[in-house]
């Protein structure tokens, strides 16, 4: 049970939403933005894909810096930064002024999942690690969800650049709070002394498994499972990235609906993703329990939502639109389901608290090197075939190859004492995530 610890899972879930409500605004208003600025496919593809070049340049800074100044203060600069710069796209008046405007939200943005796994281990115990892993990861599709319906009537009725300015303050507002409420679990005062004592004892690990000591990023690479993660990571995120950017195009061109209808239609698949990847994380914490998680068994739950959202290979043969709303429903619950699992079998496999903002930060840029790439060769493919076959073909290829990576490189705890020390159990089992 959460208790008042579940305020923290809260705040992590609406980060996560507005992150990707800002990510997505743009897809939402696309169509308008193209006609405005005189942009094809290709062109829109690199505008898609442009705040991932500076997201992912920043990740591995940002993961520094979270360990070593703590993700209050960390999470505060990020999303004020992200937040402004979202502001400003309703403002640009050139293809250069968006570009660069996305280039800066990216930045900020760099900030997220890592402040969400340092945060996480701080405050939850590993037998919460799914479920409030899923929690946090389940925003990135609540966001969507709700832009798609509020933002598509916003552009439908006043245009698009408005849009933007409210997205922005929707950003500001959790700022404020966050801090106001907002610290490391000693030092808040509306934490009660029992539920505190429990978030303390839970990061410590019995005698025979201590966690080891902060280690720089060039020892924790050692890993195969680092690796693992990262290209499991990067096979699942470049569907996320195929959907967040071109799936209200796509609505629009195949089936020829209108920007609010696109909306309404947007957000069904990302609201039942929502749901059943909090289910999963659920299931996956209650079926580990028993057996302990530092043998990193929940590869195999990982590996299962891949082969869910390997369905998306079904999309060029379907015509009903009911229907193709059910394979996007089931593509978009097991890619949200295999971020979150993937998320939370780095947690399970990480030695040492101490290092995993820069271990998530290095798994995400993993994933968002496929994610930058998933824009762009979606516009180049809708450019050369006049058709967005083979874009789903490629994702749910690459999804099927994220089961292999996940059953075969991830199968031991990182160790950074050389391969010999991989086969111990390490304290990601009995500390906290």
Known sequence: MLKRRGWIALFLFVLSMINYMDRIALSIAAQPIAEEFKLDAVGMGYLFSSFIWSYALCLLPMGYLIDRFGSRRLASVGIAVWSAAT????????????????????GGESSSNPVGAKVIRQWFPASERGTVTAMFNSGSYAGPAICSVLLGALVAAVGWRLSFVVAAGIGFVW???????????????????????????????????????????????????????????????????LFLTWLPSYLQATRHLSIAKTGMLSAVPYAVSVVLCIVAGW???????????????????????????????????????????????????????????????????????????????????????????????????VAATGAYDWAFGIAGLLLLLGVVFTLTLTRRPMSVNGPASGDRPMAAAAGGL
């Not at 580990?288 to 043969?317: I, M, T, Y």
């Not at 608290?353 to 290095?362: C, P, R, S, T, W």
């Open 87 to 106: 502001l400003l796209t309703g403002a640009a008046s050139s293809f250069a002024g968006l570009l660069t405007a996305r280039l800066v939200m990216g």
């Open 283 to 381: 299931v996956s914490d209650r079926c580990l329990k028993a057996s302990g998680v530092a043998g990193g068994r929940r590869r195999n739950a990982v590996a299962l939502a891949l082969l869910c959202a390997a369905v998306v290979l079904a999309v060029p043969f379907v015509h009903d639109l009911w229907l193709l709303m059910a394979v996007f429903s089931v593509t978009l619950t097991g890619i949200a389901s295999t971020t979150s699992l993937n998320f939370s079998l780095l947690n399970d496999l990480m030695p040492s608290g101490e290092n995993v903002a820069k271990a998530m930060a290095f798994v995400v840029v993993g994933g968002n090197v496929f994610g930058m790439l998933a824009p762009i060769v979606t516009g180049y493919v």
């Open 175 to 241: 700022l404020l709070a966050w801090l106001r409420w907002y610290d490391a679990p000693e030092a808040v005062g509306w934490l009660d002394e029992a539920e505190r004592a429990l978030i303390l004892a839970g990061r410590q690990a019995p005698a025979a498994a201590r966690p080891l000591p902060a280690h720089g990023l060039r020892e924790l690479l050692r890993s195969p499972t680092l690796w693992g993660l990262a290209l499991t990571q990067g096979c699942n995120v470049y569907t996320q990235y």
